[in-house]
């Protein structure tokens, strides 16, 4: 399957201007069909905390933009906006996922708010992790902050059968050695792709370095992008996927069948 990783700066708090940037550029160069196009993790607003400004409902212009990206090119779309729900209180990050014939594939609520940078103060954390599938393989979406945190890829891997990630993220410059590392250790970790997009650029908060990647199960770069504006392209192969599983069966021996002490 071919995938394309969307590595752009993100024009603060303005949707429209963003809208109609990528669909400009994705029309002087279009996907080709049946492939997957990852956007970044807000990418129409950028990281913004300003919910009474940016904030949409579930089927807002965001929603409707991937869902129109899908339908206009016959390829998957996934990116994360700020959700507003009917009635107000905290926002939710929430991350869509559209086929080619404009049905929603899934809905991912960020599970982890990255309280260090105050986005638990205005965005509630999600429940439910989504797994679905495209281009035959079984994919799970996280966003940013998610890759932290390597419980929720394993649960994925070993109890929903996960074998494509991708984690789009608004991850900043300074701690870009702990994004490259962390994708790789997911990877090799599970024995799955890994496709990750982050933006570059800056904003009111941050600059960002972008190094959007796609990692394959052995922990090799299929793709690195280090701070170009430009759209990746890389593919993923199901039968390197099931050839290093097979020749190297790490997850058959993993195990919770032990005690902590001390």
């Given amino acids: 399957m071919k995938v394309y990783l969307y590595q752009r700066p993100i024009e603060w708090e ?23 196009l990852v956007l970044a993790e807000m990418f129409s607003t950028g990281f913004s905390f300003a919910l009474e400004t940016v904030g949409e409902p579930a089927h807002g212009s965001s929603s409707e933009f991937l869902r129109h990206l899908a339908m206009k090119f016959g390829i998957a ?12 209180g905290k926002g939710l990050n929430r991350l869509l996922a559209y086929l080619p ?23 509630t954390g999600g429940k439910r992790l989504p797994i679905f599938e495209f281009g035959g393989f079984r994919i799970c979406p996280t966003v940013c902050y998610d890759l932290r945190f390597p419980e929720l890829y394993r649960r994925a891997t070993l109890q929903g059968g996960a074998e494509v990630f991708l984690c789009i993220a608004n991850w900043p410059t300074p701690r870009r050695e702990h994004w490259n590392t962390l994708l790789r250790a ?56 099931e050839s290093w599983r097979s020749k190297f069966p790490a997850l058959a021996d993993a195990t919770e069948d032990f005690e902590i002490l001390g």
Wanted: proline content about 7%; glycine content about 10%.
């Fill in 14 to 36: 303005d949707p429209q201007k963003n809208f109609r940037q990528m669909e400009e550029q994705l029309d002087a160069a279009p996907p080709e069909k049946g492939s997957l």
């Fill in 186 to 241: 997911r990877a090799i970790e599970n024995q799955v792709y890994m496709i990750a997009v982050n933006r570059i650029g800056s904003d009111p908060l941050n600059s960002y370095s972008g190094d959007s990647a796609v990692i394959d199960p052995r922990g090799g770069e299929a793709l690195y992008m280090e701070d170009r504006d430009e759209i990746g392209v890389a593919d993923i192969e199901r039968e390197e996927l």
């Fill in 101 to 123: 014939d404009g049905t929603l594939a899934c809905y991912y609520d960020k599970v982890h708010p990255f309280s260090y940078g105050k986005e638990a103060d205005h965005y």
């Fill in 77 to 88: 779309t996934v990116g994360s906006f700020p959700h507003q729900p009917e009635g107000g």
